[in-house]
């Protein structure tokens, strides 16, 4: 299993990214997956996951309105849109995804497998 986060870089406050997560090793259309973010100095803290095959979305109430994630399942990528973006957002954002299939996702720590990161900076 492999998971590669791309996308990231430093953006204006009001800009906007796209992140990737490309998986690899795994059929990703069946798994959840999410989106975290640790800043410096913080916890790591969910942000958005999506549910196996098309299922639905959960979004961290700081980024609700803000961020869209989604799925391509025939590229096995998920995305992390991310608009109206803000210096609070700055962390380095990480997607993870579970060992068992077809489980409902969460924003609590309890991914199995992990990326290795990208950096998000909102800075004038």
């Known amino acids: 299993v492999q998971l590669v986060e791309s996308g990231g870089g430093l953006v204006q406050p009001g800009g906007s990214l796209r992140l990737s997560c490309a998986a690899s090793?795994?059929?990703?259309?069946?798994?959840?997956i999410g989106w975290f973010r640790q800043a410096p100095g913080k916890e790591r803290e969910g942000v958005s996951c999506?549910?196996?095959?098309?299922?639905?979305?959960i979004y961290a109430d700081s980024v609700k309105g803000r961020f869209t994630i989604s799925r391509d399942n025939g590229k096995s990528t998920v995305y992390l849109q991310m608009n109206s973006l803000k210096p609070e957002d700055t962390a380095v954002y990480f997607c993870?995804?579970?060992?068992?299939?077809?489980?409902?996702?969460?924003?609590?720590?309890?991914?199995?497998?992990w990326g290795q990161g990208t950096q998000v900076t909102v800075s004038s």
């Open positions: 993870a995804t579970r060992r068992v299939p077809w489980r409902s996702c969460g924003l609590r720590d309890e991914y199995d497998y």
């Open positions: 090793g795994f059929t990703p259309s069946y798994y959840a």
């Open positions: 999506i549910n196996p095959s098309a299922g639905g979305t």
